[in-house]
């Protein structure tokens, strides 16, 4: 399934490392995740979300508060998807490739910028096929995947579409307009909302779109701590601002689109 980031050919498992052709070589870590992110791929000395928000984001998925995105989700691709392998692109700590994994009888492979993130989902879900990359230069062989998920992840479609096979399937999860309303109104004078527009993905045509709203209510102030932490809008909340909600505990309005895209 892998391919060497630096030079594209394709890399082979021997004994705790995978190496290509080439020469190069990449050791598994003690978790059992592979780094294939070399650093010219880094931006930044450590990419990808900062612990605080993975911490936050990983005690509150792990309460079951999204799970009905993740069950909506798994219902789409276990449709079209269960023979070949799936990847999830943005994978975090792992919670949606997991329960991925249990909807489906392929092999599900998870990625993510984030050392950290990927290290924590290898140790709490060591079945699964981990890896830290970047999400713009998939380390996978072409035409590899039936599937893709990608939630709320920034990607590259063209890439997207090479390791995907004809016909395959990739599925995204975006904020729809009216996602986490309540901390906008707070945070800013002027709320936008989110786009409806259907995005184009190159490589893939459009076929469905189901829309997924739920009103959120926290039950209690560290649930939507955790909530304000996991999400960019954290940074736009000042004290002040954090404290209302946290005192008000008012329903908070969850609002999501699943688009589901056919590879041409």
């Given at each position: 399934?892998?391919?060497?980031?630096?030079?594209?050919?394709?890399?082979?498992?021997?004994?705790?490392?995978?190496?290509?052709?080439?020469?190069?070589?990449?050791?598994?870590?003690?978790?059992?995740?592979?780094?294939?992110?070399?650093?010219?791929?880094?931006?930044?000395?450590?990419?990808?979300?900062?612990?605080?928000?993975?911490?936050?984001?990983?005690?509150?998925?792990?309460?079951?508060?999204?799970?009905?995105?993740?069950?909506?989700?798994?219902?789409?691709?276990?449709?079209?998807?269960?023979?070949?392998?799936?990847?999830?692109?943005?994978?975090?700590?792992?919670?949606?490739?997991?329960?991925?994994?249990?909807?489906?009888?392929?092999?599900?492979?998870?990625?993510?910028?984030?050392?950290?993130?990927?290290?924590?989902?290898?140790?709490?879900?060591?079945?699964?096929?981990?890896?830290?990359?970047?999400?713009?230069?998939?380390?996978?062989?072409?035409?590899?995947?039936?599937?893709?998920?990608?939630?709320?992840?920034?990607?590259?479609?063209?890439?997207?579409a090479r390791v995907t096979q004809t016909g395959?399937?990739?599925?995204?999860?975006?904020?729809?307009?009216?996602?986490?309303?309540?901390?906008?109104?707070?945070?800013?004078?002027?709320?936008?909302?989110?786009?409806?527009?259907?995005?184009?993905?190159?490589?893939?045509?459009?076929?469905?779109?189901?829309?997924?709203?739920?009103?959120?209510?926290?039950?209690?102030?560290?649930?939507?701590?955790?909530?304000?932490?996991?999400?960019?809008?954290?940074?736009?909340?000042?004290?002040?601002?954090?404290?209302?909600?946290?005192?008000?505990?008012?329903?908070?309005?969850?609002?999501?689109?699943?688009?589901?895209?056919q590879r041409l």
């Amino acid at each position: 399934m892998y391919q060497c980031p630096l030079c594209q050919t394709v890399l082979s498992q021997q004994d705790h490392s995978w190496r290509c052709s080439n020469g190069h070589s990449f050791d598994i870590a003690r978790e059992g995740y592979v780094n294939l992110l070399p650093v010219q791929q880094k931006k930044s000395l450590q990419p990808g979300d900062n612990t605080e928000m993975m911490q936050a984001r990983r005690a509150f998925l792990e309460a079951g508060y999204y799970q009905p995105l993740s069950d909506a989700a798994n219902a789409l691709l276990a449709e079209h998807c269960q023979a070949s392998p799936v990847l999830d692109i943005g994978c975090g700590e792992g919670y949606y490739s997991a329960r991925l994994s249990a909807a489906l009888t392929a092999p599900v492979y998870g990625l993510d910028i984030s050392k950290t993130a990927v290290r924590y989902a290898a140790k709490r879900y060591p079945h699964l096929d981990w890896c830290v990359a970047s999400s713009y230069q998939l380390p996978f062989q072409t035409g590899k995947f039936a599937g893709l998920l990608r939630i709320y992840a920034p990607s590259n479609a063209a890439e997207m579409a090479r390791v995907t096979q004809t016909g395959g399937w990739l599925l995204t999860v975006s904020p729809a307009p009216e996602h986490l309303l309540e901390f906008k109104q707070k945070a800013y004078q002027q709320v936008r909302l989110h786009s409806a527009e259907i995005k184009t993905e190159a490589g893939f045509s459009h076929q469905q779109r189901q829309r997924l709203q739920l009103a959120w209510q926290a039950p209690d102030a560290n649930a939507m701590q955790q909530l304000i932490n996991m999400t960019p809008l954290a940074y736009k909340l000042n004290q002040t601002q954090r404290d209302c909600l946290l005192s008000e505990l008012k329903p908070v309005q969850l609002d999501f689109y699943l688009d589901l895209y056919q590879r041409l």
